[in-house]
C-alpha cells in the first residue's frame, strides 16, 4: 500500500500496435488515496491531496533509497509522459521542467484533468483559477520549453480549446460522470469517441488519437486492435 513516505505512481499505459510507435509508452501520474473507498483510480486521483504533482516529481528526482521516492531506480522512465495536474496553482513550470529534463522525459500530459468534471464544478474551479483555461496555459508553458504535448480530453465541446495547442496526441479520457457505476462500458465510451474525433476532425486536427480502454476489447468484437490509453495500474508493479 501506498504511503505518505514511500508513495505509489500510476502507469497509464499506451498501447501501440508498432514497437516504435510515436507516443510514449505510458503516463506517469502520483497515485491517489481512495482505494479502501472502493473508488476506481481515474475518480480517486481527483481526490483532494496535499502531495498530488510533488509524489510524482520526487520520485523523478530523487535517488533510490530516498524515502520519499518509489522504486524506480530500474525502471526506464524517458520513454514516459509525465502526467501534470497542469491547473494546480502551486505547480512551478521552470522548476518542474528542469526535472522532467534531468530525468529523461520530453512528454507532458495533463492528467488528471479539470476536464473531467462537470460544467458545474468546472466552473467553480475557474473562479479560483484553478480552471480549465489555466491548464490550457500551462500545458503551452510546457510547449514554449520544448515539451511535447499529450493532451487528456474528456469531451467534445473541449476539442477547439485543445487544439489549438496543435497537440501531437489526444487521449479520450472519460468524465467522472461516467464512472458512477464502476469503469464506463466500451459502447459508452465509443460514442463519446465518436463525437470527440468529429470535433477534432472539423478543426482540422489530424495527430494521433488514443481512445480509452484495452486492446483485448477490440480484438474481442472482431475489431483490429488499434492504439489506446490503458486504465492505470499500481507502479513500479
Given at each position: ?49 496535499a502531495a498530488g504533482n510533488q509524489v510524482l516529481l ?76 489555466r491548464e490550457l496555459a500551462v500545458c503551452d508553458a ?96
Amino acid at each position: 500500500m501506498p504511503t505518505d513516505t514511500n508513495p505509489a505512481l500510476l502507469h497509464w499505459q499506451i498501447w501501440h500496435p508498432r514497437a516504435s510507435a510515436p507516443v510514449p509508452s505510458g503516463i506517469l501520474t502520483f497515485a491517489p488515496g481512495g482505494a479502501d473507498l472502493g473508488l476506481p483510480p481515474e475518480v480517486a486521483v481527483h481526490l483532494p491531496t496535499a502531495a498530488g504533482n510533488q509524489v510524482l516529481l520526487d520520485a523523478l528526482s530523487q535517488p533510490a533509497g530516498h524515502p520519499r521516492t518509489t522504486a524506480i531506480k530500474d525502471k526506464a522512465v524517458r520513454d514516459k509522459a509525465a502526467g501534470l495536474f497542469m491547473a494546480d496553482c502551486f505547480l512551478h513550470v521552470e522548476r518542474t521542467a528542469e526535472i522532467l529534463r534531468a530525468a529523461g522525459i520530453e512528454w507532458v500530459c495533463n492528467l488528471p484533468t479539470v476536464g473531467q468534471h462537470d460544467r458545474a464544478f468546472q466552473h467553480v474551479l475557474s473562479q479560483v483559477n484553478m480552471g480549465v483555461d489555466r491548464e490550457l496555459a500551462v500545458c503551452d508553458a510546457f510547449r514554449a520549453r520544448g515539451f511535447r504535448l499529450l493532451i487528456a480530453v474528456s469531451g467534445a465541446e473541449e476539442a477547439a480549446l485543445w487544439v489549438s495547442l496543435n497537440p501531437e496526441a489526444i487521449a479520450h479520457v472519460p468524465a467522472l460522470a461516467a464512472f458512477h457505476t464502476g469503469r464506463p462500458a466500451l459502447s459508452q465510451r465509443r460514442a463519446a469517441e465518436a463525437d470527440l474525433r468529429a470535433a477534432l476532425a472539423a478543426k482540422g486536427w489530424n495527430g494521433l488519437f488514443l481512445p480509452y480502454g484495452d486492446p483485448a476489447e477490440s480484438t474481442a468484437m472482431g475489431d483490429q486492435a488499434a492504439p489506446c490509453l490503458c486504465p492505470p495500474r499500481a507502479w513500479p508493479t
